[in-house]
T-cell receptor, first 116, second 112 residues
Framework: NAGVMQNPRHLVRRRGQEARLRCSPM?????VYWYRQLPEEGLKFMVY????????ESGMPKERFSAEFPKEGPSILRIQQVVRGDSAAYFC??????????????FGPGTRLTVL | DAKTTQPPSMDCAEGRAANLPCNHS???????VYWYRQIHSQGPQYIIH???NNETNEMASLIITEDRKSSTLILPHATLRDTAVYYC?????????????FGKGTKLTVNP
């Protein structure tokens, strides 16, 4: 059973360009989470999605950032008009959907975004 | 903000037990204690979680005090590959947010 997959693993963008980060959850998982880790800091929650729905986006910056998890295909984290401060590691995690049970999250290897 | 406090760093000799403490004095009755670790910028790895009873799996043991205000993660025979940042997280069992709130963690260095 393949783990959580993220691509690309490394992404370089110039200021003002768009960045698209992809996450394929583990097989059978319908919950996806995105976290950001700035250099030398801990992970910060960004957004929690279920298929076609955003459940919690309390950690998402108000502008330039968006996320989706379509019925078919991977979850996408999109950053428009990137700035140097967006340089970070972006981790995706997935979990099972079992009513009434808080399931552990399994993390992908991350995408390292560098903005020049 | 994270509801846990951990020492910023610890050292352990290879082959010895590593005991990582965590304080969570404001934990609620419906909150679990979770442990994750992050090895050198890889994605965090789930280790173990518990509510009030001690737990053990193939990776580690979790000891939770009777008042649940603190816990200890035990790696019984630490190896060099256990060098990582260890995060202690409290999380509601039912309802509430699904998100994990990471603090700064403890950087464990296992020395040969």
């Amino acid at each position: 059973n393949a783990g959580v997959m993220q691509n690309p693993r490394h992404l370089v963008r110039r200021r003002g360009q768009e960045a698209r980060l992809r996450c394929s959850p583990m097989k059978g998982h319908s919950h996806v989470y995105w976290y950001r880790q700035l250099p030398e800091e801990g992970l910060k929650f960004m957004v929690y999605l279920q298929k076609e729905n955003i459940i919690d986006e309390s950690g998402m910056p108000k502008e330039r950032f968006s996320a989706e998890f379509p019925k078919e295909g991977p979850s996408i984290l999109r950053i428009q008009q990137v700035v140097r401060g967006d340089s970070a590691a972006y981790f995706c995690a997935s979990s099972l959907s079992l009513a009434g049970v808080k399931n552990e999250q399994f993390f992908g290897p991350g995408t390292r975004l560098t903005v020049l | 903000d994270a509801k846990t406090t951990q020492p910023p760093s610890m050292d352990c000799a290879e082959g010895r037990a590593a005991n990582l403490p965590c304080n969570h004095s404001t934990i609620s009755g419906n909150e679990y204690v979770y442990w994750y670790r992050q090895i050198h910028s890889q994605g965090p790895q789930y280790i173990i979680h518990g509510l009030k009873n001690n737990e053990t799996n193939e990776m580690a043991s979790l000891i939770i005090t009777e008042d649940r205000k603190s816990s200890t993660l035990i790696l019984p025979h630490a190896t060099l590959r256990d060098t990582a940042v260890y995060y202690c997280i409290v999380r509601v069992a039912d309802g509430g947010s699904e998100k994990l709130v990471f603090g700064k963690g403890t950087k464990l260095t296992v020395n040969p």
